[in-house]
């Protein structure tokens, strides 16, 4: 802290000076009294504070200005003396927010809900708005969250996945006051930036960690509310072009169920490696007219190919389904046997 004039300080500056001036006991005893927010103002001030001038420590404890006077002032070790008196409250509360402060855990909106476990996150927000669970599992990774929504309702999850999906970005202010109304439970603090978080992509990833089925159940749920954004969000989870992920067996059950012409202009924009694995899962004589096709094929509307993708993604989504194939990367990573 630059040098101190009583003048220029705030109320929260002087108290944090004048508990210095108090001791470890005095502190302690004063912190079992305050709100962790508060007690975690004057810890951010007083870890600042290494000397405190007789003529300030005099002002501020006139009871005691004889022998400040006789004292030049007090050289503190504030870390240790936060530390002591910290523990002497026998809150373990306060001592968090010590480590929090020392550590920089607080810079990190969110981050002790990152440590534990889904079961006790689900229960601390399953009487939250909707809206604010989104908010606050927007800011975990995608893996966590798709675990507590686990614990969670059908109804509830479906809700929460949708408002997710509609997040952009979030303002300091909001999540700050989200997290001020779950101090006790969470801690942290925001950030000065806005938080990049929730979004379509965060949906996609979390819903490709559930167990198998679930991830349709709330897609149909968001179908139903919002059928544009299920689209999107169905076309973002599987493309055409990961079906070079699936395994021989599986394609060789989708392409049975695909005529020439559709798969044709499928294979239009098709990389390379997609189209040499479809030619190998099908006789030779189709894949030299497809081939011979895609050759003579003149410039044609980007959207029929999307519509011809999407027709075979459909009919793959409906094999894994109803569990005739696996496709990788998707759900509880079930294989066949």
Do not use: W
Not at 40 to 50: K, P, Q, S, W
Not at 96 to 115: A, F, H, W
Not at 214 to 230: H, K
Request: aromatic fraction near 4%; charge should be negative.
């Amino acid at each position: 802290m630059e040098a101190m004039q009583l003048s220029r300080m705030t109320g929260a500056e002087k108290a944090a000076v004048l508990l210095l001036c108090l001791g470890e006991a005095a502190t302690a005893a004063v912190f079992r009294e305050l709100e962790p927010s508060s007690v975690r103002v004057l810890i951010r001030i007083m870890i600042g504070i290494e000397h405190i001038p007789a003529e300030l420590a005099s002002e501020l404890m006139g009871e005691f200005q004889s022998i400040q006077k006789k004292n030049p002032g007090k050289f503190i070790k504030s870390n240790e003396f936060l530390r002591k008196a910290l523990h002497e409250t026998g809150d373990e509360r306060a001592e968090q927010v010590y480590y929090e402060v020392m550590t920089g855990v607080e810079s990190r909106p969110l981050e002790t809900i990152s440590t534990m476990q889904p079961r006790m996150v689900a229960s601390l927000l399953e009487n939250e708005h909707p809206q604010t669970m989104a908010l606050i599992l927007s800011t975990q990774k995608p893996e966590h969250t798709s675990k507590v929504l686990s614990y969670l309702s059908d109804e509830v999850g479906s809700e929460v996945m949708y408002r997710i999906a509609r997040i952009d970005k979030v303002a300091p202010e909001v999540l700050r006051q989200i997290e001020e109304a779950l101090m006790r439970e969470i801690g942290g603090v925001v950030g000065k930036e806005q938080q990049e978080v929730g979004g379509i992509d965060m949906v996609v990833d979390i819903l490709g960690r559930m167990e198998k089925g679930a991830d349709r159940q709330i897609l149909d749920a968001i179908d139903a509310t919002d059928p544009e954004l299920a689209e999107i969000i169905r076309k973002k989870m599987f493309t055409f072009s990961d079906l070079v992920g699936v395994d021989n067996r599986g394609l060789q059950m989708i392409l049975r169920e695909i005529n020439n012409d559709t798969l044709t202009m499928a294979l239009k924009t098709a990389p390379d490696e997609l189209k040499n694995k479809i030619f190998s899962n099908i006789s030779s004589r189709a894949a030299e007219m497809i081939q011979e096709d895609l050759e003579a094929m003149g410039p044609v509307r980007l959207s029929d190919v999307e519509a011809m993708q999407q027709t075979i993604v459909q009919l793959a989504l409906k094999l894994e389904e109803e569990g005739q194939i696996v496709i990788p990367g998707r759900g509880a990573g079930d294989v066949l046997v």
